[in-house]
């Protein structure tokens, strides 16, 4: 696995239009802040020839955020800087027969229905109520079109459409966005077909025909083991890229940023600003932006925060313990002499 940054600094920028970097701290994608240097290096990437990029991260870290944010970014005269699809597999039970295939081309006919680059160079498909054809040229007056009889045929249909990346049309490739990609681990489970010719088609869109990037996001700190040693893929066909939580200065920050940007004005008597006030708030937090977003949110709702068992997430992580890891078998019945708070969780 290399570093973030170390892998960045490899890239290279082709002479383009100037882009319209936003400078705003927080982004339209909640869990986006203050992550410039990523999104200028990320950017980097993304104009370079097309990789296949795996994007870990501990969850809740802003990873998604982040290849949103800048995936979505815009020129000055507000022309898009890249075409991404975006396929999240939160909500998509993949081990449900064709599930994945219907988001994977759910997704593709919404790219095409929103962005001219996608409507130009899949003209020659067809999405119709869940159907998918191929529409063929035959002569000037007619047109002949075909279902493919298997997902891998769906695959290889789209990627063909897309023209091969070059150094001299100066153009961004596309890019396909895979959110909580270990989520592909249930779909080996059940289909292992499907997942076979996908990964196929990842390394050749990317390493081979270099037609588009993909970027797979998790949160899952074995993937890229899952990938290559289960999976077979080889692991020169894929960078991995860390996205870590703030450090304690950056969270500081964040949580200033928050109260005054998302707190209403009588509420923000309730919160200390101070960095003494701050050391209480990160020692139960952390620099994890969607903990200390939950402190601030439950402080507005449910009043002042007294003590670490106050704060709804270490309220939660102390009962599981005591459930999973202290007391599994007797966690219904009364409680021993040894009480769970001798451990120190926080």
Excluded at 125 to 152: C, Y
Aim: charged share 25%; aromatic share 12%; glycine share 4%.
């Amino acid at each position: 696995m290399i570093s973030f940054c170390r892998f960045l600094t490899c890239a290279r920028v082709l002479p383009r239009r100037r882009p319209l970097y936003d400078t705003r701290y927080f982004s339209d994608y909640g869990g986006f802040y203050n992550r410039h240097e990523e999104v200028e290096k990320l950017t980097t990437v993304f104009n370079e020839r097309p990789k296949f990029t795996v994007v870990l991260g501990p969850p809740s870290s802003g990873k998604t955020a982040l290849v949103r944010h800048v995936a979505t970014q815009l020129f000055r005269d507000n022309a898009p800087m890249f075409h991404p699809i975006f396929i999240d597999l939160r909500g998509v039970d993949v081990a449900s027969k064709d599930m994945f295939k219907r988001a994977f081309l759910r997704e593709t006919f919404s790219a095409k229905l929103k962005d001219a680059f996608w409507k130009k160079h899949l003209a020659g498909i067809e999405f119709d109520m869940g159907l998918f054809k191929i529409r063929t040229k035959l002569t000037k007056a007619k047109d002949s079109s075909s279902a493919p009889e298997n997902i891998g045929e769906i695959f290889d249909a789209v990627m063909k459409q897309v023209p091969t990346w070059s150094v001299s049309h100066g153009a961004c490739p596309p890019i396909l966005v895979v959110d909580e990609a270990n989520e592909l681990r249930k779909l080996g489970q059940k289909d292992p077909e499907t997942l076979e010719s996908f990964l196929r088609f990842v390394v050749k869109c990317t390493k081979q025909d270099q037609r588009l990037h993909v970027v797979f996001t998790s949160s899952d700190s074995f993937f890229q083991q899952w990938l290559s040693r289960d999976q077979g893929v080889d692991s020169s066909h894929f960078k991995v890229l860390v996205v870590g939580d703030l450090t304690k200065a950056e969270a500081y920050q964040y949580y200033l940023n928050l109260l005054d940007t998302h707190v209403a004005p009588e509420k923000r008597g309730l919160f200390g600003r101070t960095e003494e006030d701050f050391d209480r708030i990160y020692h139960l937090t952390g620099g994890r932006m969607y903990f200390i977003c939950d402190y601030v949110n439950q402080i507005c709702s449910m009043g002042p925060i007294q003590s670490a068992l106050d704060f709804m997430m270490v309220s939660n992580a102390r009962t599981f313990l005591r459930r999973e890891l202290i007391h599994p078998k007797n966690f219904l019945q009364e409680p021993s002499s040894r009480s769970v708070q001798d451990v120190d969780i926080i």
